[in-house]
């Protein structure tokens, strides 16, 4: 099972709308105009499809829809790798206001357009009415064609990424070969007379402190020497200074500390503070060994720092920036080295080119390999549909000039009959042919996907009697492994179906006159026998038309 419940609220013409979904192969039908589509609509539109202000009913304020989806490995881990989580059931619900915008949610959590529309290549694959209309598109057929074949392109994008970015260096590098010399000139100049200079990182503010210093050395000696005596006075007067003082204090405690036992923590303190002023005063006399004057050091920072302010000012950056400037003009420098290196670029755009080619060429081994099966295998469906002897050929065309997507080109051919020569879909095959090609390749592509659900959309539109029977058979065998919903006019199909699900328009008295509503309804027995009747004879259902409808639905 995949879906199993769709709720829709003021989507279209349907005002409220809750239907609880089986597995297996449900059909939907109705009269003209009933709304048979507005269910796959609704789908597309909750797993992503472009938003727009004509989904909401008239007269409502927003359109809302909510699909709850079994879980499945696939569904759980792509849930896990983009920050959802995991609940017993998958829950999505959308809703688009009479502006057209639209808000999203999965499992509760907000989510974009974008990845409701990457879910759903888990959740379901839908095939339209319009299907055949992909068959003479050269970019859908190769897409389709490198889907059967199970292709992992991305390699391929890649290596044809990396050959275009060479190409263009390339390229670049032969136009501006002139503006790059001259370039190339300035930047040589402004690094040679940096050079000069030889700038180092940090090194400014180091200049900068080293000058603060020596430009005020005799200060800082003053200041050193007279902290020096306050501190420690040496043979002057006890009281002189604060050495002294404390260790008078000192003293003066400890000889009453055996009186009074609280004096022993102040003597610690004492004590501690002593040691603290000897080391202060020994670090300034070590401070006062090392500090010279020095002229000559102060003249030539001086002259130093007199060449870095211009320098700086020439090249219009601040004396600390000079440094990162002279790197950048370096690396820029490096680059263009590099971009005149035509004999390298040419070297690096072949080796990107035959990474490139070597990917392709592998892309094209495996699209040689699946065209005559996928060829194979819709020719056999055909059979099937009514186009007894018809053959269906995928034709793979060398390229005149390398393209993203590899060398060939692919194109659909098809044979309606024995004896006749496959040619283009487009030329040969007739509107209901082309249908029923269509339907062939839905059926045939369907058996390999993943997604848990398949729906189709009208896509027996131009078949009926016996092929019409066929088809229904097909969907039914795809319903035993999946599940499968199908919009048909063609009681044929809706016949072979498990379930069948009646659209229909339903008057919801006077608040709503003039706003018609869709409802659906899932019929049995004699209700599903008047269903396929009235498929078979139109509006008048006779009792041949019911005797018919009942053998048709006895028969499945």
Not at 135 to 153: C, G, H, N, S
Request: proline share 2%; hydrophobic share 45%; glycine share 8%.
């Amino acid at each position: 099972m995949a879906i199993q419940r769709l709720i829709l609220r003021d989507f279209i013409i349907v005002r409220a709308l809750e239907l609880d979904l089986a597995s297996g192969f449900t059909a939907l039908t109705g009269e003209t105009g009933a709304g048979k589509s507005i269910l796959i609509d609704a789908i597309q539109m909750g797993l992503g499809e472009r938003a727009n202000a004509g989904v909401v009913r008239e007269g409502a304020s927003k359109a809302d829809i909510a699909i709850e989806f079994d879980r499945t490995p696939a569904v759980d881990a792509w849930l896990a790798e983009s920050g959802f989580e995991t609940e017993d059931h998958l829950l999505i619900r959308r809703t688009v206001d009479t502006a057209g915008k639209s808000r999203a949610w999965i499992n509760g959590s907000a989510a974009t357009a974008a990845q409701l529309r990457e879910l759903a290549d888990h959740l379901v694959d839908i095939h339209g009415q319009h299907a055949w209309a992909m068959l003479t598109r050269p970019d859908a057929v190769r897409e389709l064609l490198d889907a059967y074949a199970q292709l992992d392109k991305k390699p391929l994008a890649l290596a044809w990424e990396n050959w275009r970015a060479a190409h263009a260096q390339l390229g670049l590098a032969k136009s501006s070969a002139a503006t790059q010399t001259q370039e190339r000139e300035r930047l040589q100049w402004q690094i040679s007379e940096v050079e000069k200079l030889a700038p180092l990182a940090d090194e400014w503010a180091e200049l900068n402190t080293e000058h603060a210093r020596l430009s005020n050395a005799q200060s800082l000696i003053d200041a050193a020497t007279e902290a020096i005596t306050a501190l420690d006075g040496g043979e002057s007067d006890i009281r002189d200074h604060a050495r002294g003082r404390i260790h008078s204090a000192l003293q003066a405690l400890q000889a009453q500390s055996h009186v009074e036992k609280g004096f022993q923590s102040i003597c610690d303190e004492l004590t501690s503070s002593l040691a603290q002023v000897e080391d202060a005063a020994h670090s300034l006399q070590t401070y006062l060994r090392k500090i010279d004057l020095d002229p000559a050091r102060l003249t030539q920072l001086d002259a130093r720092m007199v060449d870095w302010l211009s320098l700086a000012r020439r090249f219009k950056s601040t004396p600390d920036e000079l440094h990162t400037v002279l790197q950048g003009w370096r690396e820029s420098l490096a680059k263009l080295d590099a971009m005149s290196d035509l004999d390298a670029l040419e070297k690096a755009e072949r080796t990107a080119y035959a990474a490139f080619e070597t990917a392709a060429k592998l892309v094209s081994k495996k699209r040689s390999e699946a065209s005559p099966r996928l060829g194979f295998a819709i020719t056999a469906a055909m059979q099937e549909l009514g186009m007894k002897g018809g053959k269906f050929d995928v034709l793979l065309t060398k390229l005149d000039a390398p393209a993203s997507h590899g060398l060939e080109s692919a194109e659909f051919l098809v044979a309606g009959h024995a004896g006749t020569t496959p040619k283009p879909v487009g030329k040969v095959a007739s509107g209901g042919e082309l249908s029923r090609i269509a339907l062939a390749i839905a059926v045939t592509t369907s058996k390999l996907g993943n997604a848990p659900t398949l729906i189709f959309d009208e896509v027996d539109a131009g078949i009926g009697g016996a092929t019409a029977q066929t088809v229904g058979k097909l969907m039914q065998q795809l319903g035993v492994d999946r599940q499968v919903l199908a919009v048909t006019h063609l009681p044929q199909v809706a016949s072979q179906a498990h379930q069948h699900g009646v659209v229909s328009k339903l008057a919801l008295g006077e608040a709503t006159i003039g706003v018609p509503s869709s409802q659906i309804t899932m019929v049995t027995g004699d209700d599903r026998i008047a269903e396929i009747a009235r498929m078979l004879g139109g509006e008048i259902v006779t009792s041949t038309a019911r005797t018919h409808a009942a053998e048709m639905l006895e028969a499945t």
